[in-house]
């Protein structure tokens, strides 16, 4: 009997033992879930206003569905742990003011409470004091006034400056359309469905990167340095996610992409089958085609001896083209030229960005200066996720003219941060070492070309 008791009482303790956690984990279970719901519920009323309507916006998307009658969450989020950039959202219909670069919350507020205020630099470069220091300041105020709205989007903003480093092919993309495009998938955001709101863009840029723009979303851009109207958006992301020197890791997205996504989508920006060099490119000829990647400004990388390498790479069975892209130089020029060859040699610097534009398959050759092989290592993973065959030849002291020592510390590359532009360098290649690279290089572009000309020949 006594152990009967014993049981009994053991029972009743494991039983008000589970309702006292159930009591406690339970309601913060339920507000962490109602929260995110009803951040989507917000979202979805806020798209129900028409532009016919546009002074009802407000007052219409808070008494939807019964919403001010209901918790809400945190009108402004922002997370700044991450050691290279700052992200907030506006989780609701806001009102953009160009002129002073602030958004305004248009949701209930709390009399009672102060109103929240973030300001933000949406460039991923926070470490980075010189390069942020030329990026504009973003203000987010849930305050309770705001001014008129003049245009209305039926959607999203995403927020974001390019004012780092215009001009660096390489910085255009690491910092800027490679995290756009981690951002807009973090999201899950389709259709193109939300108006890009781009900060600190100069004419060149602008005109340069229009055409990959309207790739990314259907609505015209807004530059907040041109445009003097308020807007009001149905709620938006402020400041660009970086997964990595032009990288992107699929585990951190919820539904799965990699950089063979976004090369797709360059695919499908710049792609022609009907342009000169590419009927050239894909005609009938005895050996692949291999680009050399020289240097058309007056800062970059340059091989001095690159006449003699031309005539070893022909002697070798390659056709030869020599590709000197500026900062002019059109996307679309780059991707025909990249795209319809079988092999890439180049010297690492901001043009070996061209990378991206390779079909998977391609061969592709970085030439690494001495003192710049941490440097050139952000290349190496991009160039296999993307199914390039790589090769790197690491040159000597010997072959090397006015290479600069680099400022960047160890840990500072551990923590994402690079030289702003690596400095000017020139390099004299030992082509009778370097040929025994070119001869790989050419056997790995002769097979390439082999599947190449049975798929354009099987249309599979």
């Known amino acids: 009997m006594l152990k009967k008791d014993w049981k009994l009482v053991i029972s009743c303790i494991a039983f008000f033992s589970f309702l006292y956690i159930s009591y406690i984990s339970f309601p913060s279970i339920w507000r962490t879930n109602s929260k995110k719901s009803l951040s989507v519920e917000v979202q979805d009323a806020a798209r129900e206003f028409s532009d016919t309507e546009p002074n009802k916006f407000s007052q ?24 290279l950039y700052d992200t907030c959202t506006i989780n609701g ?26 300001k933000i630099r949406p460039y991923p470069r926070k470490m980075e004091n010189s390069t942020m220091a030329q990026i504009k300041e973003i203000t987010v105020s849930s305050g309770p006034s705001s001014p008129h ?14 004012g780092g480093h215009n001009g660096n092919l390489f910085r255009e993309f690491d910092d800027g359309f490679v995290p756009l495009f981690v951002t807009v998938n973090s999201m899950m955001i389709t259709d193109r469905d ?24 259907k609505y015209p851009i ?17 400041g660009l996610v970086w997964h990595g020197s032009i990288s992107i890791d699929s585990n951190l997205l919820p539904i799965s992409k990699s950089l063979c996504h976004f090369q797709t ?13 590419v009927a050239a490119a894909r005609g009938k000829r005895s050996g692949p085609r291999l680009v050399l990647l020289g240097r058309g400004s007056s800062e970059g990388s340059m091989i001095s001896n690159q006449a003699q390498l031309k005539e070893t790479a022909q002697n070798i069975g390659f056709d030869v083209v020599v590709f000197e892209p500026t900062p002019s130089t059109s996307l679309h020029e780059a991707y025909e030229v990249m795209n319809s060859s079988h092999a890439m040699i180049g010297v690492h610097g901001a043009a070996f960005t061209n990378v991206l534009f390779l079909r998977p398959g391609s061969v592709v050759v970085q030439v690494v200066p001495s003192k710049t092989e941490r440097a050139a290592s952000v290349f190496e993973k991009p160039a296999r996720d993307l ?43 030992d082509l009778v070492k370097f040929g025994l690279y070119l001869k790989r290089a050419y056997r790995k572009a002769k097979g390439f070309m082999a599947k190449d000309n049975i798929t354009q020949v099987t249309g599979m």
């Open 265 to 277: 989508l360059l695919e499908i920006t710049y792609h022609s089958q009907h342009h000169p060099s």
């Open 222 to 238: 807004i530059y907040l340095e041109n445009d003097e109207s308020t807007h009001c958006f149905t709620w938006a992301s402020i």
């Open 93 to 118: 219909p806001t009102l953009l003011d160009p002129r002073i670069s602030t958004f305004f919350t248009l949701g209930p507020s709390s009399p009672t409470l102060p109103p929240t205020i973030e």
């Open 149 to 162: 709205c003049e245009v209305y989007h039926n959607a999203p903003a995403i927020v974001f400056s390019v």
């Open 387 to 429: 199914g390039l065959q790589y090769v790197e030849y690491r040159i000597g002291v010997e072959e090397s003219k006015g290479v600069e020592n680099q400022t960047v510390e160890e840990k500072d590359w551990d923590n994402g941060l690079r030289p702003s532009s690596l400095k000017e360098r020139s390099v004299q290649l």
């Open 60 to 83: 219409r998307v808070w008494q939807s569905s019964n919403l001010s009658q209901m918790p809400f969450p945190e009108p402004i989020s922002c997370n700044r742990s991450h050691r």
């Open 194 to 217: 939300f108006v890009l709101v781009i900060l600190d863009a100069n004419d060149a840029w602008i005109n340069k990167y229009a055409k990959l723009l309207g790739s990314f979303s």
